[in-house]
């Protein structure tokens, strides 16, 4: 006998071992097909072919060793073995290897793997995982995918049920089947892809149908996230922070420095310049109360500080960092004040409710909004109080504007002396000369552009 005919065994669940004689050279198409019951087989060194499904949905076979006379191996021939733990190519064989101890069989010509288990470690130097690889490997529960893939084939993970956790580190997303992951639960599963190409894999089908997408070392923040917390200062991170920006400035706080000019091409930036408010009637009751911001002009923003951001265009966008140092999460408070009032600026990386938010100012719509319902994490809360004790009488809405836009009116000076004038900021303290930004003098707002003298 030369020859195991096509579904010479297909079905016969009850056979749970077979030697193949000597003799043979071939083993056809679906020859054993569906034999639940079979254990172990051993193929002998005369085998050069092994036909498509010729062992698939052998659930209960547990090892695999191909001779090294084997030339040829049709599609899915090994496809659904879901118990299978070993596979062994033996050394000499010049078409297929085990190269590593992989436990899998690769096509060394093309370093394509085409047979894996639930044990399986693919080498840094494949670069193709063949269609149905890892089909029905139930047991499977993590794979690392290294740089050197470039495409993974159709059902290539296909009924792989208890996969929690893939690791690809091909920066540029692989050349993927749509069915790929096909029953394979990903919904539930959680992808890690190098930060640089978050975006990327969180876009393509199907890598973009994993329920979490998380850069490998590092961390993202999202508009999911409930809490952050950093213990302690971590440096080589990769952090991933998206958010459906509105277009409007709103707060954001995070335990690390922004490259601004990486991001500056899509959103702006502001930090905070301070609460001005006008009585123009001295009455002793303000007219007009608006927060000050001024541009970033910086290169890179301070961690656990708060800044103003807005996307120049709404919707869902992504700020993904490599290699940058995460410090411990702090809600560190930045604070102004002016003749009677005291303001404080805080971060917070954990959800406040209306509770904890009942007599504090959030950023929302371009405006500072007393009493919110919630505040995401990586935001920050304004909170002012009395230095006299009186009434603050302060709006329940506060307009955000550039420090430019401030006061209508307001003068510019720059280049010019200034002898016998009383010069005050705004929060009241006697000046000595004009500094950056806005000044009080003989109770009007004067903005300082250029180097006083005097």
């Given at each position: 006998m030369t020859r195991i005919g096509a579904r010479a065994f297909s079905g016969c669940t009850s056979l749970t071992s077979i030697t193949i004689p000597n003799s043979v050279t071939n083993i056809g198409g679906y020859a054993f097909y569906g034999c639940t019951s079979l254990t172990s087989i051993t193929i002998p060194n005369s085998v050069t072919s092994i036909g498509d499904y010729a062992f698939s949905r052998c659930s209960n076979l547990t090892s695999i060793t191909i001779p090294n006379s084997v030339t040829s191996i049709g599609d899915y021939a090994f496809s659904r073995c879901s118990s299978l733990t070993s596979i062994q190519v033996e050394t000499g064989n010049t078409t297929y290897d085990s190269r590593d101890n992989c436990n899998a069989i690769i096509e060394t010509?093309?370093?394509?793997?085409?047979?894996?288990?639930?044990?399986?470690?693919?080498?840094?130097?494949?670069?193709?995982?063949?269609?149905?690889?890892?089909?029905?490997?139930?047991?499977?529960?993590?794979?690392?995918?290294?740089?050197?893939?470039?495409?993974?084939?159709?059902?290539?993970?296909?009924?792989?049920?208890?996969?929690?956790?893939?690791?690809?580190?091909?920066?540029?997303?692989?050349?993927?089947?749509?069915?790929?992951?096909?029953?394979?639960?990903?919904?539930?599963?959680?992808?890690?892809?190098?930060?640089?190409?978050?975006?990327?894999?969180?876009?393509?089908?199907?890598?973009?149908?994993?329920?979490?997408?998380?850069?490998?070392?590092?961390?993202?923040?999202?508009?999911?996230?409930?809490?952050?917390?950093?213990?302690?200062?971590e440096s080589g991170k990769a952090v991933v922070h998206t958010h459906q920006f509105t277009g409007d400035w709103e707060a954001l706080y995070l335990p690390f420095a922004i490259d601004y000019d990486a991001i500056k091409a899509d959103f702006d930036l502001a930090e905070i310049d301070g609460i001005v408010q006008n009585d123009d009637n001295n009455d002793g009751i303000a007219d007009i109360t608006v927060l000050s911001i001024m541009d970033f002009r910086e290169h890179m923003t301070a961690p656990n500080t708060p800044y103003l951001i807005r996307a120049k265009n709404a919707g869902e966008q992504t700020i993904a960092f490599d290699d940058v140092t995460v410090y411990p999460?702090?809600?560190?408070?930045?604070?102004?004040?002016?003749?009677?009032?005291?303001?404080?600026?805080?971060?917070?990386?954990?959800?406040?409710?209306?509770?904890?938010?009942?007599?504090?100012?959030?950023?929302?719509?371009?405006?500072?909004?007393?009493?919110?319902?919630?505040?995401?994490?990586?935001?920050?809360?304004?909170?002012?109080?009395?230095?006299?004790?009186?009434?603050?009488?302060?709006?329940?809405?506060?307009?955000?504007?550039?420090?430019?836009?401030?006061?209508?009116?307001?003068?510019?000076?720059?280049?010019?002396?200034?002898?016998?004038?009383?010069?005050?900021?705004?929060?009241?303290?006697?000046?000595?000369?004009?500094?950056?930004?806005?000044?009080?003098?003989?109770?009007?707002?004067?903005?300082?552009?250029?180097?006083?003298?005097?």
């Open positions: 010509a093309t370093s394509t793997l085409i047979a894996g288990c639930k044990d399986t470690t693919i080498p840094g130097s494949v670069t193709s995982i063949g269609g149905s690889a890892f089909w029905g490997c139930s047991g499977l529960t993590s794979i690392t995918i290294p740089s050197s893939v470039t495409s993974i084939g159709n059902y290539a993970f296909r009924d792989c049920s208890g996969l929690t956790d893939v690791y690809c580190y091909a920066e540029n997303v692989p050349s993927t089947g749509s069915d790929a992951f096909s029953n394979s639960n990903i919904a539930t599963a959680t992808l890690h892809v190098p930060a640089a190409s978050f975006i990327a894999y969180s876009t393509t089908v199907p890598w973009s149908s994993f329920g979490t997408i998380e850069p490998i070392n590092g961390y993202v923040i999202s508009d999911e996230t409930t809490s952050f917390s950093i213990a302690v200062e999460t702090e809600a560190a408070t930045f604070e102004c004040s002016s003749f009677s009032k005291r303001y404080e600026f805080t971060g917070s990386y954990n959800t406040l409710d209306a509770s904890a938010l009942a007599n504090r100012y959030v950023v929302q719509g371009n405006e500072l909004v007393k009493g919110a319902s919630s505040l995401a994490p990586c935001r920050w809360y304004m909170t002012a109080t009395s230095k006299t004790g009186g009434a603050l009488n302060l709006p329940n809405r506060i307009r955000i504007m550039p420090v430019e836009d401030v006061i209508d009116g307001i003068e510019t000076l720059s280049d010019s002396p200034l002898k016998g004038e009383d010069i005050y900021n705004l929060a009241g303290q006697r000046l000595q000369k004009m500094q950056k930004g806005i000044n009080i003098m003989n109770g009007k707002k004067i903005r300082r552009i250029g180097q006083i003298a005097g």
